[in-house]
T-cell receptor, first 110, second 115 residues
Framework: AQSVTQLDSQVPVFEEAPVELRCNYS??????LFWYVQYPNQGLQLLLK??????LVKGINGFEAEFNKSQTSFHLRKPSVHISDTAEYFC????????FGSGTQLTVLP | DTEVTQTPKHLVMGMTNKKSLKCEQH?????MYWYKQKAKKPPELMFV???????INESVPSRFSPECPNSSLLNLHLHALQPEDSALYLC??????????????FGPGTRLTVT
């Protein structure tokens, strides 16, 4: 069995400030890790994924995430956010089927 | 083309109606999925089709009936729904359901309201 915990349900941040969205997972087998973003009234879009190799993964729109096996974490970061980054962010793990975290609403304030 | 399309975008139906949701992809993917998403919640998996065969049914009520006519199309037939079935229904596809490393591509969803 696998599970995902997103530690913050809402993260407000001012424009051009850095942000970190936290994700912890648990699994009895090796998993792959993903971050998806969902803009209002839209489907989910893949931001980045970790399959193997380098633990620092770069994604679209300036986002990056670091896989930490010992802490079973996969936190998402962006050094400088824009208003357009306001959205719901989902961390997900999979061995075969996706298991999503509960989501983090990122709100970028002007 | 990395697009998954869904029709209609919005659907309002009564509890005695029969309607269908449609999903299409032309990426050559052999796995297709239906998810249900309630407001402020993550998507919940409903069905998985692998090579046009139903491989996973997450104990979904029989008023939801999936169909995969070919490798590019996925339908969800709806009958005698309840108001609590109102939600965003998302379709997704991936290269192969047997391998978790393949990312899923999501459509924009159908916003369903049951009155």
């Amino acid at each position: 069995a696998q599970s995902v915990t997103q530690l913050d349900s809402q993260v407000p941040v001012f424009e051009e400030a850095p942000v970190e969205l936290r994700c912890n997972y648990s699994s009895s087998v090796s998993v792959y890790l993903f971050w998806y973003v969902q803009y209002p009234n839209q489907g989910l879009q893949l931001l980045l994924k970790y399959l193997s190799g380098s633990t620092l993964v770069k994604g679209i729109n300036g986002f990056e995430a670091e896989f930490n096996k010992s802490q079973t974490s996969f936190h998402l970061r962006k050094p400088s956010v824009h208003i357009s980054d306001t959205a719901e962010y989902f961390c997900a793990v999979t061995a075969r089927q996706l298991t999503f975290g509960s989501g983090t609403q990122l709100t970028v304030l002007p | 083309d990395t697009e998954v399309t869904q029709t209609p975008k919005h659907l309002v139906m009564g509890m005695t109606n029969k309607k269908s949701l449609k999903c299409e992809q032309h990426m050559g993917h052999r796995a297709m999925y239906w998810y249900k998403q309630k407001a402020k919640k993550p998507p919940e998996l409903m069905f998985v089709y692998s090579y046009e065969k139903l491989s996973i049914n997450e104990s979904v009520p029989s008023r939801f009936s999936p169909e995969c006519p070919n490798s590019s199309l996925l339908n969800l037939h709806l009958h005698a729904l309840q108001p609590e079935d109102s939600a965003l229904y998302l379709c997704a596809s991936s290269q192969d359901a047997r391998e978790g490393s393949y990312e899923q591509y999501f459509g924009p969803g159908t916003r369903l309201t049951v009155t």
